[in-house]
């Protein structure tokens, strides 16, 4: 029968969290590791002033559709980025999860194009409204309006 060798321990390659920080820089390194391994890989830090959303990039109609609205694809600077996220940014400066990238859009025409989607979604519900009281006065139907209690507090005759 063959002996068997011992185990012999190896010992790891020097790397910046075997010695080649100071204790202060390696608690920062270790805190960010933990910082990031506890957030969801779609969690983005925006700078101020900017909102961003996740864009399927194969989608070239739903790219063209969000460039349109006035988001842009993420360009930032690899020594340098402006986002704090879990995700590495990419030599390109783009940030790419799977089949997503990040997509950045001014937050004063965000909020524009939440209004103006806001202000679009009253109208329908008014317009099928009025439409719905217009239909059922010309079947000669009453319609009427109740309060949170159930009163009846309008009627359309």
């Given at each position: 029968?063959?002996?068997?060798?011992?185990?012999?321990?190896?010992?790891?390659?020097?790397?910046?969290?075997?010695?080649?920080?100071?204790?202060?820089?390696?608690?920062?390194?270790?805190?960010?590791?933990?910082?990031?391994?506890?957030?969801?890989?779609?969690?983005?830090?925006?700078?101020?002033?900017?909102?961003?959303?996740?864009?399927?990039?194969?989608?070239?109609?739903?790219?063209?559709?969000?460039?349109?609205?006035?988001?842009?694809?993420?360009?930032?600077?690899?020594?340098?980025?402006?986002?704090?996220?879990?995700?590495?940014?990419?030599?390109?400066?783009?940030?790419?999860?799977?089949?997503?990238?990040?997509m950045e859009i001014p937050q004063?025409?965000?909020?524009?194009?939440?209004?103006?989607?806001?202000?679009?979604?009253?109208?329908?519900?008014?317009?099928?409204?009025?439409?719905?009281?217009?239909?059922?006065?010309?079947?000669?139907?009453?319609?009427?309006?109740?309060?949170?209690?159930?009163?009846?507090?309008?009627?359309?005759?």
């Open positions: 029968m063959a002996a068997i060798d011992p185990i012999v321990p190896v010992s790891a390659p020097p790397s910046p969290l075997n010695g080649e920080l100071t204790p202060e820089e390696r608690k920062s390194r270790l805190e960010e590791v933990r910082r990031r391994m506890s957030m969801s890989t779609l969690t983005v830090s925006p700078p101020a002033g900017w909102v961003i959303r996740w864009a399927r990039h194969v989608d070239a109609a739903d790219i063209a559709r969000l460039e349109y609205k006035g988001y842009q694809i993420v360009h930032d600077d690899p020594r340098n980025p402006r986002y704090k996220t879990a995700v590495r940014i990419r030599e390109d400066g783009t940030y790419m999860i799977g089949d997503v990238i990040l004063e025409v965000w909020e524009f194009l939440r209004e103006q989607e806001t202000e679009k979604a009253t109208q329908m519900v008014q317009a099928a409204e009025s439409d719905f009281i217009e239909r059922a006065h010309k079947e000669g139907v009453p319609t009427f309006e109740r309060d949170a209690k159930g009163r009846v507090v309008k009627e359309h005759t």
